[in-house]
Every structure is written in structure tokens, then in C-alpha cells.
């Protein structure tokens, strides 16, 4: 139990031990530790800062907090995320949604304006489903497949989708990226691994350790998903249809030349906040006039 046990004794002690392990926000995620255990959100725990914690409570509490100095991902301990303003479930096992994946979000939705269409959308590597999840939300007559090898992904998507209410226009299956898939889609997402191999165990631990290695590993040099993936789009794509690909910082022009020996073309490419190269638009070349 971590004494003093009221709420403000909590986030005290909390905070203290979090900013120790040199761990960031540790003001923010001493709150939500602290609401988790109580089961409580931000605003109460500032509304009613002598609130005592029972012996339950603050066991609770410093279970999870063990957890966080272990570094394990708050995502995981609070087993939810955000993306695209939607609460999606997550686990271990499951790769935890990123803020620059909303890149691909916007992409889409840039290039595909018609939100009253019936588009066929495809997920591939689709993790937690976000990527989908988020689209299907935008685009209320669409309809989509995610794909994820690891059987853990596709339970954990398909409960975020039933959760959101969004499973009756999707489904998640298990197969090794688009190999059973036939198509033809409009729109085909992914955000492959593509971290290169040597350079995981230099991640932050809460994803060297945590986060799926399956998910990350990129072979050797970070591009073996995208030489599986991409020679498949030309098949899967209908006339008109068009890929939004996620991919490291320094991977563009490597992508590119990928997308070009298949066939393919880079429409555009993708640019996160901080403005570094986060992925690109891609799809078969147009025909040419006459």
C-alpha cells in the first residue's frame, strides 16, 4: 500500500517514483494509474483529493505502478489507446496505435472526399485496427477486411469493432499479409514493421521489451514487409484504387524504388508533424492518353 492513502498522498508518491525512473509526464500518468485503480477519471481525482484509498485500492495501485517502472507501456497497463478520437482495446501481443499512423488517416481521407461511398477498404498488418477502424468511422457506407498473422491481433480488432459498433462493415482474419485475398479493394492500408532487426533492442524499452517483435522487426533492413506487400497491390487494387503505406523516416526513397519494380507509382508522399517523410500514396500507373 502507498501511504499516505488519499488520493493527493497517491499521485504524490506516484509522480515522485515515475519522474525517479526518468520516466515522462509522470504527472499525467500518476493520474491515470491513480484513476485506474480507483476506477476514476481525472476530473474526480481533482474534485476529491482526500479521498481515502482502502487496502483494495492501494494494492491495486502499486501493482500497476510496478508495471509502469518495469516500463511496461501504459497502454497496456490500462489495456486502451486512442486513435482518431476512438478508444480502441489493446494488449500485449498487439501492436499499441501511434499518433503519426493518423497520417494515413488523413491521406485517405484527402484522397478519397466521397465520405457517402461504398468503399472496399483493406488493412493489412491491421494490429489493433486501428487504421481501418478509424476509416470505417469517417466513411459510414464502407465496408473492409483487416489481415494480422498473429492471432491475438485479430481477436483483439474484432472486439474493438464490436465495441465501436463498426463490425457489421468488417471483418478480421488471420493470413500472411494479402497472399489468400483476391479483391478488388479502392483503398488498401498498412503500417508494416520496418524497423531494421539491429536496431530494436535500442528502442525505448517499453517497445524493445513489450511491444511485439513481429510487429516491428523489419528484417535486416527495415523493407522485407514492403518486398511481401507491395508487388501484390497491382491485383488487389480496382480501377482507381490507391494504397497509403506507413514507413519509417528514412525509408522513402527506398519505398519508392520498391513500388516502382512493381509496377506501380508513388502519388505522394506522406509528411507527419514534425514534418518528416512518415509514408506514401501509391497505386497502378494511369494509362496513358491515346
Known amino acids: 500500500m502507498i501511504p499516505p492513502a488519499t488520493v493527493a498522498g497517491a499521485l504524490a508518491t506516484a509522480t515522485a517514483r515515475l519522474a525517479a525512473a526518468g520516466i515522462d ?53 490500462l489495456g486502451r489507446r486512442e486513435f482518431w478520437s476512438l478508444e480502441l482495446g489493446v494488449a500485449d501481443g498487439v501492436l499499441i496505435p501511434r499518433p503519426d499512423s493518423e497520417t494515413v488517416v488523413e491521406a485517405v481521407l484527402a484522397r478519397a472526399p466521397d465520405r457517402g461511398r461504398a468503399w472496399r477498404i483493406l488493412d493489412l498488418g491491421t494490429g489493433s485496427g486501428c ?82 517483435r513481429a510487429a516491428l522487426d523489419g528484417g535486416a533492413d527495415g523493407l522485407a514487409a514492403y518486398r511481401a506487400l507491395v508487388p501484390d497491390l497491382g491485383r488487389l487494387l480496382g480501377p482507381g484504387g490507391f494504397a497509403a503505406l506507413e514507413h519509417g523516416a528514412d525509408q522513402a526513397v527506398a519505398v519508392a524504388a520498391i513500388v516502382r519494380e512493381a509496377g506501380l507509382e508513388v502519388f505522394e508522399i506522406l509528411r507527419d508533424l514534425a514534418g518528416r517523410t512518415r509514408g506514401a500514396v501509391v497505386g497502378p500507373r494511369p494509362p496513358r492518353a491515346g
Open 25 to 77: 509526464a509522470a504527472p499525467r500518468e500518476a493520474r491515470l494509474l491513480v484513476g485506474h485503480a480507483l476506477g476514476l477519471d481525472a476530473a474526480a481525482l481533482v474534485r476529491d483529493p482526500a479521498r481515502p484509498l482502502d487496502g483494495a485500492a492501494g494494492t491495486a495501485l502499486a501493482a500497476l505502478l510496478a508495471r509502469r517502472l518495469a516500463r511496461e507501456p501504459m497502454a497496456y497497463i
Open 131 to 212: 487504421l481501418l477502424l478509424a476509416l470505417l468511422s469517417e466513411f459510414p457506407e464502407a465496408i473492409g477486411v483487416g489481415v494480422d498473422r498473429a492471432p491475438r491481433a485479430v481477436a483483439i480488432a474484432a472486439e474493438n469493432a464490436r465495441r465501436l459498433g463498426l463490425d457489421r462493415r468488417c471483418r478480421f482474419v488471420r493470413g500472411d499479409w494479402a497472399r489468400a485475398l483476391a479483391g478488388p479493394f479502392d483503398i488498401v492500408v498498412a503500417n508494416p514493421p520496418y524497423i531494421r532487426r539491429g536496431e530494436i533492442d535500442a528502442l525505448a524499452p517499453e517497445v524493445a521489451r513489450f511491444e511485439p
